[in-house]
């Protein structure tokens, strides 16, 4: 069978030359915020203490500016903003839609731009994150997909996203005030530009800071990431990060899934399913979410339907599915899926045995929508043919 899409190169690291200047603490890790703090005249003494009391005041409290951490001797503060920053990445563009979700456009270092979703709904608040600048992948469906991967995203960049969240949604605790529980962002997913396992370290570093009690403090069970099916490091996100898994998953035949996820042409549908088989956190608590984008014609059929409760239950894998209408975008080489087609899908697995949601489209009206994030700086329309042509859908 001859290929029908191309794979782009691995790239597990971008090498690129850092901001000059004053060091900046946000996405270090606790170990590395006490090595610098000792380089820049902490005596060493003294540096786990101070460490844990900077680590506070930037993700517990908001806190961006040395003065304002009084728990710390004035000559000390001092001292910190002549040597570091505490920065996030800068919002561009904000935009709310009809439903209360939030679309920002964030700039990071080299001037690149990614995108950020929160989506509000009754008992959560969830904030789609970005790994990466564009994509390794090429999914033919997705149009983070048609954009060419320009770096990944480090630790401060993918962390700092979730501040500056909190930030929009003034959600920073005040110091001595009573304790609010009620959290506006409980969860986090990463799911937005980009494949975060070819991104690992720094996603990982990300998370853990997300994770730690005595900052943002968000618990592992309220982070999903979302892979391709990067299989290597699938065992690797359970022992390191801990958080909940989705697979974008999106086929059921090796030749279908070589054309919508590319990435199957390296790790197919069996080598994926025996990775996710061994996930060492898995339980019936944790399930794995199998994402499906529901594709008018390509991959909706009763024996896809079929075919993947096969595929599920000969692996013993404790699962969802999350059907996932498609969200067309111009130029998109694909329709989405009927009503009534998807309801019928959704009726063959939950009959199995399997939570089957439809998940509600959000932010449609402002390019929010699963599959939709683009770089406003890499946005210009692709005509159909073209797109066709680089997914392999031409003959």
Known sequence: MSPKAPITQDVLTIPRKLPEGNVNLVGLTRDRLREVLIEHGTPEKQAKMRTGQIWQWIYQWGVRDFAEMT????????????????????????QVS??????????????????????????????????????????SFCHTGTQKLVRNLTAAEIVGQVMM??????????????????????????????????NFDNVRDAMKIAMDPEGISLSRRRITLSTSGVVPEIARTAEEIGCLLAISFHATTDDTRDTLVPINKRWNIEELLQALASY?????????????????????????????IDHIKRHNIPAKINLIPFNEWPGAPYKR?????????????????YASPIRKTRGEDIMAACGQLKSATERARKSRKQI????????
């Open 388 to 395: 066709e042509a680089e997914a392999g859908l031409q003959s």
């Open 98 to 139: 009809e439903d209360g979700t939030r679309k920002y456009l964030v700039r990071i270092a080299g001037g690149h731009e990614v995108e950020v979703v929160y989506i509000p709904e009754d008992d959560r608040g969830t904030l789609c994150i970005s790994s990466q600048v564009g994509c390794t992948l090429t999914c």
């Open 165 to 198: 969240a909190r930030d929009d949604l003034d959600e920073w605790p005040v110091p001595g005030a009573p304790k609010d529980e009620t959290r506006l962002l409980s969860n986090i997913v990463l799911m937005g530009m980009g494949e975060p396992l070819y």
């Open 71 to 94: 728990n710390l001797a004035k000559a000390y503060r001092a001292q910190l903003a002549e040597n570091f920053v505490i920065e996030i990445p800068e919002v561009v563009t904000r």
């Open 337 to 353: 899926s009927s009503n009534n087609r998807i309801r019928a899908f959704a009726n063959i697995i939950y009959q199995a045995g």
């Open 280 to 308: 060492p956190k898995v339980s019936n608590s944790e399930r794995i979410t199998f994402e499906y984008v529901m594709l008018d014609g390509v991959n909706d059929s009763d024996a896809d339907a079929h075919r993947l």
